[in-house]
């Protein structure tokens, strides 16, 4: 099929209010707080998708799946779902705010587990055979006393239970680290007061506790806990999801620069044992400069023009966008071999720069889209006043910098949403 060029003039476009949820704390309901997020899907966005663009016992996708939004809202409105992420540190997490757990029972494992804690003998952990990156982040103090709740964790003998609790665990990482608490980015605070892990571990897991109560009563009052909820360890760009069995898929895709979730996540990863070179690890990921293609072509004309520019600026840089299209038309491929006929493709994406060069996603995406056999029903721009994601940058080359830099500038702070319908049925 021919490329067809959509022409929508995105920077003209009205913010839709109906869809920027000023003030809206949703991130705090159900599961969605078990775990700090960078760039996590605001609740209340899939919500008002789910409900006006699925029907209860539809199938719902999110490719992307993240820290896994798009499934527990899917579960507590009563469709089923499947979600993807090619990340380990995601699926866990998703594994866990999924996963509804009886609280008497969660009840009883944590309180053996706290006994447990009593028996801790720093002396045991000094020397412990972990990845020797953590020495930079963790003091030797703290780091003997999470090796030995991530030892305890792994002996227990639920697995719903030992994911809780590894959820729990990954969360007070940064925490618990020299990690700059306030910062996405690695980087060290030489003055940071580092609480006990014992103490805050307990603290975060009786957090989670709560709200994984409130999640099962909800959904055993709705009869939704057989719900079909599933997370998978898998690529965007081909699934092993049937074709032609999706409704609808709800997703927001990766910015360009998505291979800097490797290092958002290594703490994690390096503990969980996830990975053991943070380079390898990040080769993986959509859009990457390691990605198979170094070419410089693209069958949209605004995805040209911006490949274009960028080799004015950095060679090294438009190899990585040109990437990031190519594989975004594979998920777009791959999309529609999903879908089932007229199921809508809901997909949240948001524009950025990169070496002084506005780098269009959406309207990159939207030509994408179109050019696979979608048919654009709505394109809705939005403000992000809530969305958690790294939004300062150099301006120069585009990447994660502090706010006093004199390069430096916000980024991401409107978004577009891309509704588009499967009309090209039956392929695969």
């Not at 719903?160 to 700059?180: A, D």
């Not at 975004?328 to 994406?349: H, N």
């Not at 980024?411 to 588009?420: G, K, S």
């Amino acid at each position: 099929m021919e490329q067809q060029t959509v022409y929508v003039s995105f920077d003209e476009k009205e913010v839709n209010p109906d869809w920027s949820f000023k003030n809206v704390r949703s991130v705090e309901q159900w599961t969605h707080g078990y775990h700090r997020y960078p760039a996590k899907f605001l609740p209340n966005l899939v919500k008002k998708l789910i409900e006006e663009y699925t029907k209860e016992d539809d199938l719902v996708a999110d490719l992307f799946a993240g820290c896994g939004t798009t499934l527990v809202e899917a579960r507590v409105h009563g469709r089923r779902s499947v979600g993807v992420d090619i990340n380990p540190v995601a699926e866990l997490i998703t594994k866990a705010k999924i996963c509804p757990i009886w609280p008497e029972k969660l009840e009883e494992y944590y309180d053996s587990f706290v006994m447990v804690i009593e028996d801790f003998r720093e002396e045991d952990f000094l020397v412990i055979p972990v990845h020797k990156r953590l020495d930079y982040w963790f003091k030797k103090e703290q780091k003997a006393q999470i090796a030995y709740l991530y030892k305890k964790i792994l002996m227990l003998d639920d697995e719903e239970i030992k994911t809780f609790m590894l959820v729990s665990l990954s969360h007070i990482l940064k925490n618990c680290s020299r990690w700059l608490q306030t910062s996405t980015k690695p980087q060290v605070d030489p003055n940071k007061v580092i609480p006990d892990p014992f103490i805050i571990f307990q603290s975060h897991t009786r957090q989670m506790m709560k709200k994984n109560k409130e999640y099962y009563e909800y959904l055993d009052d709705k009869k939704y806990l057989d719900v079909s909820c599933e997370i998978k360890l898998g690529d965007a760009r081909k699934t092993d999801i049937p074709s032609n069995s999706v409704e609808a898929i709800i997703t927001s895709p990766p910015y360009v620069t998505s291979y800097e979730y490797a290092d958002i996540h290594q703490l994690t990863a390096y503990w969980f044992e996830y990975l053991t070179d943070l380079v390898g690890f990040r080769k993986n990921f959509i859009g990457t400069f390691f990605s198979y293609n170094v070419e410089t072509n693209f069958s949209s004309a605004i995805g040209q023009k911006i490949i274009d520019d960028l080799l004015l600026k950095d060679k090294r840089t438009a190899k990585e966008v040109a990437n990031y299209f190519r594989d975004m038309d594979k998920v777009a491929k791959e999309m529609q071999r999903i879908l089932k006929e007229e199921g809508y493709a809901c997909l949240v994406i948001g524009n950025t720069t990169l070496r002084n060069v506005k780098i269009r996603s959406a309207e990159v995406l939207t030509d994408i889209l179109v050019s696979n056999g979608f048919e654009m029903v709505e394109i809705i721009k939005r403000s992000i006043p809530n969305k958690l994601i790294p939004t300062i940058r150099d301006k120069d080359s585009g990447r994660f910098t502090k706010l006093n830099s004199i390069n430096s500038k916000l980024v991401y702070p409107e978004e577009y949403i891309l509704i588009a319908k499967n009309s090209k049925y039956g392929n695969s």
